[in-house]
C-alpha cells in the first residue's frame, strides 16, 4: 500500500478536470480581466464564466460574489468590513467559541480595538444552541457570525434557526462555511446569510483563492472594503485578479454541485465504516462531535494514553491530522475540545480523518488496521513504561 492521504479537511487536492479548465489561462488567455482590449476579455469571460459557477453552488446571484484569496481573507473581510461600515460608538459582535482561527483572532484584534465580542458555548455535541445566540444579542450588535461546520468536529450547526433570529432583530449575518462548501448542499436564503466566506482548496480547487457571498437581494448589505486600490469586485477586494485560480474555483464548484449527492453518500459511507470498526476493535476511544449532525467525510476521534504525535509518527505512511491543520502544530490540547468541556485525557488525544473525492475503501480497511494495531502496541508499550 502507497501513502494515504486522509487530511482532506485541511487541504484537498487539485482535481485534474480543474488543473485542465486553468491551464489556459496561464498561457493563452492571460490577460488582464480589467483590460478592455480582447485579451483581458477573453479573461474577464473566463472569470465571469466562474462566478456563476461559484453562484449555482450557493444559489445566489453571480453578482453576489466576491473573489479572494481564500477562506482566511473572506472571513476578514466579512467581519472586519461590517463592523468597520457600522454606524454608533458602540459595537458588538456574537460569535462562538469553536470558530477557526480565521474568525476567533479577527474578534480578538477587535476586541482589542474597543469592539465588544460574546462567545458562545457550544454543547458536549459541537452544536451551537440558537437560544444562546439570541440571549446574547444586544442593541448594538452589529454581526452574527457562526461557522456551517467546523473543522476539527465536522459538527454542521443550525444555520436556518440563527439565520431567523438575526433577520428578526435586523442584525448582519456572516457564516465561514469553508469546510461545508462542495461537501451538502448550500442555499444561501434558506440558511439566511447575509456574507458566507469559502475557499476552493477545501474542495479539489486551487490554493490561494476563494470567495464572499454577499447579499445583495433587497437592502445591500453595508461592507466596507479592508483592501483598497483599483476599485475591483465592484469596489469590495482591489487587486488584480487572479484568474487561473479563479477559472479553477468555479470548476471546483461546479463538479462539487455535480456529483455532491452521490459523492456525500460514498463518503459518509467509507466514514462509518472506519467509526464502527474502531469501536468493535478498540476500547476506550472517544468519537468527538455529533454523529447525526456532521460533514460526511469527518471522523475526529480522541485515543486516551495515546500521545497523537507518536501515534501519528508511527503511522507515517498515512496522513492525518491531531486536529485543525492551522493550529496542529502546536502541542496544547484542542481548543475546541476544550470548549465543549471535555476532559483532558480526550481533548489532548484527537485525530482528525479527513476523506476525500479520491479515498477508496481499500484505504479505509488498510488505515483501520494499521491503526488498531498501532493503538494497542502504544498502549501496551505505555503500561510496561508505567510499571
Known sequence: MNRIYFDNNATTPLAPEVFDAMCPYMVEDFGNASSIHWYGQRAKAGMEKARGQVAKLLN????????????????????????EAARGESKHVVTTAIEHPAVLSTVKALERRGVSVTFVRAGASGLIDPADVAAALRPETVLISVMHANNELGTIQPLEEIGRIAQERDIYFHTDAVQSAGKIPLDVHKMGVDLLSLSAHKLNGPKGVGALYVRRRGSNVDLEPIIDGGGHEGGLRSGTLNVPRIVGLGKAC????????????????LRDRLKDGLLVRLEGIHINGSLEHR????????????????????????????GSACTSGKPEPSYVLQALGLPAEVASTPLRFGLGRFTTQEEIDYCLNRLVETVK???????????
Request: include cysteine.
Open 377 to 387: 502496541r502504544l498502549r501496551e508499550m505505555g503500561r510496561i513504561a508505567a510499571a
Open 60 to 83: 445566489a446571484r453571480a453578482t453576489e460574489i466576491v473573489f479572494t484569496s481564500g477562506g482566511t481573507e473572506s472571513d476578514n473581510a466579512a467581519i472586519l468590513g461590517i463592523v
Open 254 to 269: 461546479e463538479i462539487c454541485r455535480q456529483e455532491m449527492a452521490e459523492e456525500s453518500r460514498r463518503l459518509a459511507g
Open 295 to 322: 460533514l460526511p467525510n469527518n471522523l475526529s476521534v480522541s485515543f486516551p494514553g495515546v500521545d497523537p504525535p507518536t501515534l501519528m509518527a508511527a503511522m507515517s505512511d498515512i496522513a492525518l491530522s491531531s
